[in-house]
């Protein structure tokens, strides 16, 4: 019987992946299967609790040129659906503002006439704190602390980037 030793080449990082170019799709596809799944979320504010960043962004016009100004809030925090808990964040704005048309990922300059996703869920928000507390808001302060302070849902679709992107707000018990 002969000794024989079961020598492996030596691996670095040259040889080993040498002629391997990095697969944006893939890379882009594991990132959107690995997020949490499409659904209805609920906040759960007194076991996770939520924080709101009030915040002021420039408006630009498709040049850059500042035109102006817009107040929003960012809403962030856990929320739950079924055995699943992820960290969700979106933005609602007083200040009414229409969608963009995007060519691509091309902003035109052009404008639907239909409210933009910050606008939408602003109104959501309100109506589900209507719905909840049977009365309109009073102030853009108390519509915050009933969101960082009350159970509410969120709807959200997969984002490019895998993360939860909200379509929807609505008062807790709501739907299914």
Same mark, same amino acid.
């Given at each position: 019987?002969?000794?024989?030793?079961?020598?492996?080449?030596?691996?670095?990082?040259?040889?080993?992946?040498?002629?391997?170019?990095?697969?944006?799709?893939?890379?882009?596809?594991?990132?959107?299967?690995?997020?949490?799944?499409?659904?209805?979320?609920?906040?759960?504010?007194?076991?996770?609790?939520?924080?709101?960043?009030?915040?002021?962004?420039?408006? $630009?016009?498709? =040049?850059?040129? %500042?035109?102006?100004?817009?107040? !929003? #809030?960012?809403?962030?925090?856990? /929320?739950?659906?079924?055995?699943?808990?992820?960290?969700?964040?979106?933005?609602?704005?007083?200040?009414?503002?229409?969608?963009?048309?995007?060519?691509?990922?091309?902003?035109?300059?052009?404008?639907?006439?239909?409210?933009?996703?910050?606008?939408?869920?602003?109104?959501?928000?309100? $109506?589900?704190? =209507?719905?909840? %507390?049977?009365?309109?808001?009073? !102030? #853009?302060?108390?519509?915050?602390? /009933?969101?960082?302070?009350?159970?509410?849902?969120?709807?959200?679709?997969?984002?490019?980037?895998?993360?939860?992107?909200?379509?929807?707000?609505?008062?807790?018990?709501?739907?299914?």
């Amino acid at each position: 019987m002969t000794d024989e030793t079961n020598e492996q080449p030596e691996v670095n990082m040259e040889t080993l992946f040498q002629d391997e170019v990095i697969n944006a799709e893939q890379v882009n596809q594991t990132i959107r299967d690995s997020g949490a799944p499409a659904g209805t979320y609920q906040s759960d504010p007194d076991e996770y609790p939520l924080n709101a960043y009030p915040k002021e962004r420039e408006l $630009k016009d498709v =040049e850059g040129a %500042v035109i102006g100004k817009r107040r !929003s #809030i960012d809403i962030v925090g856990l /929320f739950s659906m079924k055995d699943t808990r992820t960290r969700i964040r979106f933005t609602i704005s007083p200040d009414y503002g229409k969608r963009k048309v995007y060519e691509g990922d091309q902003w035109t300059g052009e404008y639907l006439d239909k409210p933009d996703s910050q606008s939408k869920l602003y109104a959501q928000s309100v $109506k589900a704190y =209507e719905a909840t %507390v049977k009365e309109m808001p009073k !102030s #853009i302060p108390a519509l915050v602390e /009933f969101l960082t302070s009350t159970p509410f849902r969120v709807r959200t679709m997969v984002g490019r980037d895998g993360e939860p992107v909200v379509l929807a707000v609505s008062p807790a018990g709501r739907g299914r």
